[in-house]
Protein backbone atom coordinates (compact mmCIF):
# COMPACT_ATOMS: atom_id res chain seq x y z
CA UNK A 1 0.00 0.00 0.00
CA UNK A 2 1.35 3.76 -0.93
CA UNK A 3 1.53 6.36 1.80
CA UNK A 4 -0.67 9.00 1.84
CA UNK A 5 1.05 12.80 2.61
CA UNK A 6 -1.17 15.03 4.55
CA UNK A 7 0.52 18.63 3.83
CA UNK A 8 0.87 20.88 7.38
CA UNK A 9 2.91 23.67 8.45
CA UNK A 10 5.61 21.61 9.46
CA UNK A 11 6.36 19.68 5.90
CA UNK A 12 5.20 21.65 3.39
CA UNK A 13 8.28 22.91 2.94
CA UNK A 14 10.01 19.70 2.15
CA UNK A 15 7.27 18.55 0.10
CA UNK A 16 6.38 18.56 -3.83
CA UNK A 17 2.92 19.94 -4.18
CA UNK A 18 2.61 18.01 -7.23
CA UNK A 19 0.28 20.76 -8.87
CA UNK A 20 0.43 22.13 -12.17
CA UNK A 21 3.19 24.85 -11.19
CA UNK A 22 5.72 21.93 -10.96
CA UNK A 23 7.99 22.98 -13.74
CA UNK A 24 11.39 24.76 -13.02
CA UNK A 25 9.67 27.76 -14.82
CA UNK A 26 6.89 27.79 -12.43
CA UNK A 27 8.86 28.21 -9.46
CA UNK A 28 7.77 31.34 -8.33
CA UNK A 29 4.24 29.99 -8.55
CA UNK A 30 5.27 27.36 -6.60
CA UNK A 31 6.06 29.66 -3.79
CA UNK A 32 3.26 31.27 -4.09
CA UNK A 33 0.90 28.35 -3.78
CA UNK A 34 2.46 26.95 -0.84
CA UNK A 35 2.24 30.41 1.16
CA UNK A 36 -1.01 30.27 -0.31
CA UNK A 37 -1.75 26.67 1.61
CA UNK A 38 -0.02 27.61 4.76
CA UNK A 39 -2.22 30.75 5.46
CA UNK A 40 -5.86 28.13 4.62
CA UNK A 41 -4.25 25.62 6.85
CA UNK A 42 -5.96 27.90 9.54
CA UNK A 43 -9.46 27.84 7.98
CA UNK A 44 -9.23 24.47 7.67
CA UNK A 45 -7.65 23.19 3.87
CA UNK A 46 -6.38 19.63 4.19
CA UNK A 47 -4.08 18.91 1.05
CA UNK A 48 -3.11 15.34 0.97
CA UNK A 49 -1.15 13.45 -1.88
CA UNK A 50 -0.26 9.99 -2.48
CA UNK A 51 4.39 9.49 -1.77
CA UNK A 52 4.33 8.53 -5.67
CA UNK A 53 6.50 9.62 -8.37
CA UNK A 54 3.15 11.29 -10.18
CA UNK A 55 0.12 13.91 -9.90
CA UNK A 56 -1.88 12.27 -6.83
CA UNK A 57 -3.32 14.62 -4.84
CA UNK A 58 -6.92 16.18 -3.30
CA UNK A 59 -6.96 19.63 -1.70
CA UNK A 60 -10.53 20.65 -0.33
CA UNK A 61 -11.82 22.72 3.29
CA UNK A 62 -14.92 23.18 5.28
CA UNK A 63 -17.46 25.03 2.89
CA UNK A 64 -17.98 27.83 5.71
CA UNK A 65 -14.46 28.58 4.48
CA UNK A 66 -14.19 27.80 0.94
CA UNK A 67 -12.91 31.00 -0.73
CA UNK A 68 -15.98 31.27 -3.89
CA UNK A 69 -19.19 32.23 -3.51
CA UNK A 70 -20.69 28.63 -2.01
CA UNK A 71 -23.05 28.67 0.76
CA UNK A 72 -23.59 25.54 3.26
CA UNK A 73 -23.18 23.90 6.38
CA UNK A 74 -20.82 20.35 7.25
CA UNK A 75 -19.53 19.78 3.87
CA UNK A 76 -16.57 19.93 2.65
CA UNK A 77 -15.73 21.97 -1.01
CA UNK A 78 -13.16 20.26 -3.10
CA UNK A 79 -10.69 22.56 -4.84
CA UNK A 80 -9.00 20.40 -6.41
CA UNK A 81 -8.43 16.50 -7.09
CA UNK A 82 -5.60 15.42 -9.79
CA UNK A 83 -5.18 11.53 -10.29
CA UNK A 84 -2.78 10.96 -13.51
CA UNK A 85 -0.85 8.71 -15.20
CA UNK A 86 -0.45 4.89 -13.92
CA UNK A 87 -2.94 6.03 -10.77
CA UNK A 88 -6.25 6.64 -12.96
Not at 10 to 26: A, F, R, T, V, Y
Not at 28 to 42: A, I, Q, S, T
Request: glycine fraction near 6%; aromatic fraction near 14%; proline fraction near 2%.
Amino acid sequence: MVDIITLNHSNIDDEHICCSLSDKKGECGVYLKKKWLKDRFEDGLIFSKLNVRGKVFIEYIPIENAWVPIEGNNYMFINCFWISGKFK
